[in-house]
């Protein structure tokens, strides 16, 4: 499975981005979808998830502002209300489950946020 980013960019606070992530290569089963970022000196943190069953879920800074959804195998994250904190690289995962358990990343896209 591949996976690749896009959609980041440099926005005032306030504003919005649109990531996407899309999956190719065998990606059967790919049941967990999830968007982690990263920033200076911070640990990597989950951003958001969603389940092939509709489950989902957001970190505590996100609630409110951010909304992940997935059609086939790309998946998205709205980003709204950005925040200087909100700056980071984002990075795309995926968990398939095919007999063994993989779980793979993207590269990343990188969200600023400044005035």
């Known amino acids: 499975v591949q996976l690749v980013e896009s959609g980041g960019g440099l926005v005032q606070p306030g504003g919005s981005l649109r990531l996407s992530c899309e999956a190719s290569?065998?990606?059967?089963?790919?049941?967990?979808m999830r968007w982690y970022r990263q920033g200076p000196g911070i640990q990597r943190e989950l951003v958001a998830r969603?389940?092939?069953?509709?489950f989902t879920k957001y970190g505590d800074s996100v609630k409110g502002r951010f909304t992940i959804s997935r059609d086939n195998n790309v998946v998205y994250l709205q980003t709204n209300n950005l925040k200087v904190e909100d700056t980071a690289l984002y990075l795309c995962?995926?968990?398939?489950?095919?007999?063994?358990?993989?779980?793979?990343w993207g590269l990343g896209t990188q969200v600023t946020v400044s005035a």
């Open positions: 290569g065998t990606t059967d089963n790919i049941n967990d």
């Open positions: 995962n995926v968990v398939q489950e095919v007999a063994s358990t993989y779980v793979y």
């Open positions: 969603i389940k092939t069953d509709g």
